[in-house]
């Protein structure tokens, strides 16, 4: 019987209400016992945990592992591995590879190969449309019944309304949720950066605020009328955020995520053509930041999500119009955010853990977010206090497409265990 015993640490566990020193024993890869001070008896793993944090670990509910088809980005293996140095155990996989996840072989694929070579646990996002076209449902049924969590288009809208009608019906009878990248191309088309006075400077064709929130628009009152739920991804906008917050509030199911980019940086980012900051949906201006900010804090953004989105060096280092859009998120996601937003005072550490745990593997039906006894035996361990800087020579992933080297961080992953096994420790701890 494989044990592992966590001790010493302050447990944060929001689903049980439980924010005290707990030790945590997990055996044959579930929480067996949460309890203070519970013995070794000679036949854990022992992670000491004294001065940290022991969370339900960390789920993101929107990544890319670039595999099949661009593991020259990424793959399962360094992609979990990076998940895993950034404190996340579960990570939901987006389906835009080659060839695209929009059948069972592909969904069937990826299980296999995470299963074989995976750091933590992946699980498959289908696609919406067959080939990413928009053109007609993919499929669907054989793909949930394959193993996906979810279906999205992401990195493509679904433009034709009576499409995403039909998925949202349809994904809603095998309760997976779909999660709908907002975004209207008419609006938005050629655009490389957010619309406003640094495109201008920049001599860049801009792309509206209005391209995202008219698609948020359109979707909630899909939802609305359905009477069905819909995901909105990766949230930039303050008339998204107000226009959720007010669906919200007149019971239409509508739920939310938005990515650490979104609420740390703006369109400035871009100044001096620094493609690292290109990104699709784009980074926004200084009221938006502050809208996504207060989303986050009243409860609108229901969950944070890192949309990693590793690209080689040659894809990032071209012409800005040139340049692939996205962030290399898993590594930095947890820092970043746990300094702007706890230590910044934006959210308590219960309201937090929630947003990057429990929320994201609701949404998903996982069964995770929690270290209830009987629950899945995944641990995120953090070290509080900081400070600390991160550096991109260090990125476990293929590619370091990130404007955050040199960013400086008051909390870091120490250790991360999937199903009670340590996947992670930083060097002080191994």
Known sequence: MMRTLIRGGRLVDPARRIDGQRDVLIED??????????????????????NR??????????????DPGFEYREDIATGTAAAACGGFTSVACMPNTKPVCDNAAVVEYILSKAKR??????????????????????????????????VSDDGKPVANPDLMRKALQYAAGFGIPVI??????????????????????????????????AMTSREILLAEYLGVPVHIAHVSTAGSVAMIRSAKARGVKV?????????????????????????????????????????LADGTVDMIATDHAPHHADEKDLEFALANSGI?????????????LVDGGVVSL??????????????????????????????????????????????????????????????????TVVAGRVVYQVEEMA
Not at 31 to 50: F, I, M
Not at 259 to 284: I, M, Q, S, W
Request: hydrophobic fraction near 40%.
């Open 255 to 295: 739920t939310c995520e938005t990515c650490p980019h979104y609420f740390l940086l703006t369109d400035e980012a871009c100044l001096g053509f620094n493609t690292l900051a290109k990104v699709n949906p784009p980074l926004r201006g200084a009221a938006d930041v502050a809208a996504v900010l207060e989303g």
């Open 117 to 150: 070579e995976g750091s933590v646990n992946v699980f498959p996002i289908g696609a919406i449309s067959r080939g990413l076209a928009g053109q007609e449902l993919a499929e669907i049924g054989l793909m949930a019944a394959s193993g996906i969590v979810a």
């Open 53 to 66: 944090l022991v969370l339900p670990g960390l789920v993101d509910p929107h990544s890319h592992l670039r």
């Open 180 to 213: 709908s990248h907002c975004e209207e191309p008419s609006l938005s088309a050629d655009g490389q950066m957010n619309e406003g006075f640094v495109s201008l400077r920049l001599g860049l064709r801009g792309i509206p605020s209005t391209a995202e929130d």
């Open 328 to 340: 290399n998120g898993f590594e930095t996601a947890f820092g970043l955010s746990y300094t702007r």
């Open 29 to 50: 890869g579930k929480v067996a016992r949460v309890e203070p001070n519970l013995d070794d008896d000679g036949s854990c793993t022992v992670v000491d945990a004294r």
């Open 350 to 415: 219960a309201r937090f853990v929630e947003l990057m745990s429990l929320a994201p593997s609701n949404l998903l039906k996982l069964g995770r977010g929690t270290l209830a006894p009987g629950a899945p035996g995944d641990v995120t361990v953090v070290e509080t206090g900081g400070p600390w800087t991160f550096h991109r020579a260090t990125m476990r992933s293929k590619s370091k497409n990130t404007p955050f080297d040199g960013a400086t961080m008051t909390a870091r992953v120490a250790a």
